[in-house]
């Protein structure tokens, strides 16, 4: 059994399923939908405000985890760059016949390019597969929180969270 | 190392580069840092040895508060190099137990 | 001598908050600081903070104090940076350089009177004993994060950060923004201190957070060159046999800070211990007035938290200062309950609980304790 984010310092499985802001399977099959990674009481709420579909709610003590509702969240991406603890993605398993499309927060330099090969990540930060970068969007209203989106073989939709820092070591 | 680059915080911005000197050794600095980051960007660890034991010292706290940073400066013991400013041709040298008193 | 009507200690988000209510109700006030620039902690807060939008969340702390600059300045509020308050008593400072002054022809001392004093002397690092920890190379997350992001040069290339509470966490996360190696975290505690969030982003970073660990020594003769972990059992004894050495140039403690008391000590206020808050506190009431009249706390040395309830408690003192001196302005009551509010919601859920306790506790306390109008 996972020990969950206290432990490992990142969610398990069990937290996200339970987690008010992670969309069903079927809603994933649909399109692009954002996923939030957030399963803990904190102070904090500016993705409510983030989202013009409103499909975000924190609502009153802010400490409540933020819940998705998926049937509004049309996968624009908007609050991806707003949360202050980096833990919002949009998963588009839609995006080609073999290949899915993950859009993460991005705060390292050098930034990535177009087309650029990246190696992607899991929650623990270990190497899971390449990836292909197709999107890098750092504009102003980011406040220098970029997001990259990048495309990896399907099966790797549910963990790729991440991708090997372009400057640096890793792991 | 110097950090030229930062994602949040930009490229470092355009400072004037000024000489002190170190232990008798010129180093470059940028003006207005304190002497602990110019200290720091050209490798040097060591700020002073203790009065017993003759143990390296350095930078613990970075915010005036500890005195683990102490040189002698411009003749001047156990001045805090982490919150005092550079100022070109300020001699600094690594002190050796607690210095010399100051005349009142 | 120089007179002011409202004198604080500390130009950190506390601080320039104080002086801003203050000074917004016509007090003159001026704010004293030990270092050359202003802004305290908060000037090294890069990240995004967290709260609601009244708690300005999403905005970087850095760019918060950009905004305290610009109130403060056109405020007419005098800032003294460089300069250490040695001497406080009631009504009257003390003040002494820190550094070299511009030119040798100015004083390196001076007095100041003032009616109202806030303390605003934040926090100091607690040191955490092993062997070799004097060694230059090791050094408190914070000092990592001031050369990091104030100095903008990196402490060291390979770092081991001591402690998984949300400052080892988001120093660890600042210093790979800036291009240094974390090889790992080592936390005693069975399991991360910090918000999951944070140890999310650098878990993702490859950074390894090994909880029921610690440093048992630092490496090296002028210079920490390695570190050496050790597994810790129940009892929080390092577990011999289990020693792992890690080749690493710096060693950053991120176990925990404790208020700065000195002066409020120095000026006669009575302190308490609370471990929660981070150790002595001085004993305040529910306007942040200390037992000694006239002067009052506000931020990390009224008990550590975070810059969020510091920029608000220094609002807070700031205008019950002005409030004892006459100098009111329309609507005082319902800021100070907007404030209220904004504490009590900053200090909610699970992680904060004991921090909200404590702070009653000791509020609680003062009003029993400090004297009254």
């Known amino acids: ?171 | 190392m110097r950090v030229t680059h930062h994602p949040i915080l930009g490229d470092l911005p355009d400072s004037r580069e000024i000489k002190i000197q170190v232990d008798g050794k010129e180093i470059a600095a940028l003006a207005g840092e304190p002497i602990a980051a110019a200290l720091a960007a050209a490798g040097i660890s060591v700020h002073r040895y203790t009065s017993e034991k003759s143990e390296p010292r350095g930078v613990f706290c970075a915010i005036g508060q500890c005195t683990d940073c102490v040189m002698t400066v411009n003749g001047v013991s156990n001045v805090r190099t982490c919150i005092t400013p550079v100022i070109p041709g300020m001699t600094v040298e690594t002190q050796h137990g607690v210095g010399q008193r100051r005349d009142p | 001598m120089r007179e002011v009507d409202l004198a604080v200690v500390g130009a950190g988000p506390a601080g320039l908050s104080a002086a801003i209510e203050g000074a917004k109700r016509g007090l003159r006030a001026l704010v004293i600081d030990r270092n050359p620039k202003p802004g305290g902690q908060l000037i090294k807060q890069i990240h995004k903070f967290f709260g609601s939008r009244e708690h300005r969340a999403g905005t970087r702390g850095v760019d918060i104090a950009q905004d305290l600059f610009r109130e403060a300045r056109d405020l007419g509020i005098t800032l003294m940076l460089g300069w250490e308050v040695y001497n406080l008593q009631p009504g009257r400072l003390q003040v002494v350089r820190s550094s070299f002054g511009e030119t040798s022809d100015e004083s390196p001392e001076a007095s100041i009177a003032a009616k109202k004093i806030v303390l605003a002397t934040g926090a100091e690092e607690n040191a955490f004993y092993f062997d070799g920890w004097t060694l230059p190379g090791v050094m408190g997350a914070g000092a990592a994060q001031t050369m990091t992001n104030v100095w903008r040069v990196l402490p060291g290339s390979r770092i081991l950060m001591v402690g998984s509470g949300n400052v080892g966490l988001i120093v660890t996360y600042q210093l790979l923004q800036a291009g240094a190696d974390v090889v790992a975290i080592v936390e005693a505690a069975p399991k991360i201190g910090g918000f999951g969030v944070h140890a999310a982003k650098i878990r993702r970073a490859g950074v390894p957070i090994l909880t029921s660990h610690t440093v048992v020594r630092a490496l090296g003769e002028s210079r920490v060159k390695g570190a050496v972990i050790a597994r810790v059992d129940d009892a929080w004894q390092p577990v011999v046999g289990s020693e792992l050495t890690l080749d690493v140039d710096t060693i950053c403690v991120a176990i925990g800070f404790r208020p700065n008391t000195r002066l409020a000590s120095l000026a006669g206020c009575r302190l308490t211990n609370s471990s929660v808050l981070g150790g002595w506190v001085p004993i305040h009431n529910g306007q942040l007035e200390t037992t000694v009249p006239g002067i009052y706390v506000a931020g990390d040395v009224s008990g550590i938290e975070e810059a969020s309830t510091a920029l608000e408690e220094g609002r807070l003192a700031g205008i019950v200062a002005a409030s004892a001196m006459g100098k009111t302005s329309e609507h005082d009551q319902q800021q100070l309950q907007a404030i209220a509010d904004r504490l009590c919601s900053l200090r909610g859920g699970p992680f904060c609980q004991p921090i909200q306790d404590a702070k009653s506790e000791l509020v609680e306390l003062g009003e029993e304790v400090c004297p009254k109008e």
Request: proline share 10%; glycine share 8%.
């Open chain 1, 1 to 171: 059994m996972s020990k969950g984010v206290a432990v490992n310092g990142f969610v398990s499985e069990e937290e996200l399923e339970r987690s008010p802001g992670y969309p069903s399977k079927e809603r994933m099959q649909q399109g692009p939908v954002v996923v939030i990674e957030c399963p803990q009481e904190i102070p904090c709420n500016p993705c409510e405000e983030a989202c013009p579909h409103h499909a975000i709610t924190v609502g009153e003590p802010i400490t409540n985890c933020p819940r998705l509702d998926e049937t509004k969240c049309v996968g624009c991406g908007l609050c991806i760059p707003r949360c202050p603890g980096l833990a919002i993605f949009l998963i588009d398993l839609t995006h080609s016949d073999k290949r899915a499309a993950v859009s993460i927060p991005y705060e390292y330099l050098p930034l990535p390019h177009m087309n650029q090969k990246v190696t992607a990540v899991n929650r623990a930060g270990e190497p899971v597969c390449e990836a292909e970068v197709i999107k890098v969007a750092d504009t102003k209203p980011n406040d220098r929180t970029a997001v990259v989106t990048v495309t990896i073989p399907n099966d790797y939709a549910q963990e790729v969270r991440g991708i090997v820092r372009l400057g640096g070591h890793h792991g």
